[in-house]
């Protein structure tokens, strides 16, 4: 039983001392008119290398509604100025009809440094005329915990994957009328033209 006990509390120990599961998120931070905004966070500690072997960091948003224009991001909170720099490199594409939108990062083993809270970078923005809100497919591809390492030619441990699929909140189609709402929308027209109709008549007797 002690020797239970005691292996259960060095695995707390150890449990307790093992780096967190670092991580990205990519979250709507405003919506206003027809523009949706968008916040890359970083988590405390990340330490984010990507791209690797040439492959560049992505980040995919899908099951979006016309999506007509597409820009950012516009700042960071990185303290040091290489990083901020480098983080205000993502450029973004349209694709699929503007049903999809693709954030690439351009720049080669681009980092996120080490810090001890959350880094943010602001100002990724969709333009949808017209779109409501509601749930969107988001993938992120080539984020790995960890600094890439000198002279390995971009290569990564693939265990250090720290990419992310889950769904989002974005701009989506507005859902049409049911037959039923159209019907009853045409019901109150004609009866609100009836009683005018009636007003102006007994106005006029």
Do not use: C
Not at 73 to 102: H, M, R
Not at 123 to 151: D, H, K
């Amino acid at each position: 039983m002690n020797k239970l006990i005691r292996l259960l509390a060095g695995l707390g120990v150890s449990a307790a001392l093992a780096a967190p599961a670092q991580a990205v998120d990519f979250t709507l931070a405003s919506h206003a008119g027809d523009a949706w905004t968008y916040t890359l966070v970083y988590d405390p500690y990340d330490n984010m290398g990507f791209t690797e072997s040439g492959v560049h960091a992505t980040i995919t948003l899908t099951g979006l509604s016309g999506v007509t224009a597409v820009s950012g991001p516009t700042s960071t909170d990185f303290p040091a100025q290489a990083i901020n720099d480098k983080q205000l490199a993502w450029t973004g594409e349209i694709l699929d009809g503007g049903s999809t939108v693709v954030f690439t990062m351009p720049l080669d083993r681009s980092g996120t440094g080490n810090y001890p809270t959350e880094q943010h970078v602001y100002g990724f923005t969709l333009i949808a005329p017209g779109a409501v809100e509601g749930q969107v497919g988001l993938a992120t591809n080539g984020f790995y915990y960890g600094l890439i390492p000198s002279g390995s030619n971009g290569a990564v441990d693939p265990a250090n994957d720290r990419d992310i699929a889950k769904l989002t909140a974005g701009p989506v189609a507005a859902p049409a009328p049911e037959p039923t709402t159209w019907a009853l929308m045409i019901l109150g027209l004609g009866a609100a033209g009836a009683a005018v109709r009636r007003r102006r008549a007994a106005m006029t007797a």
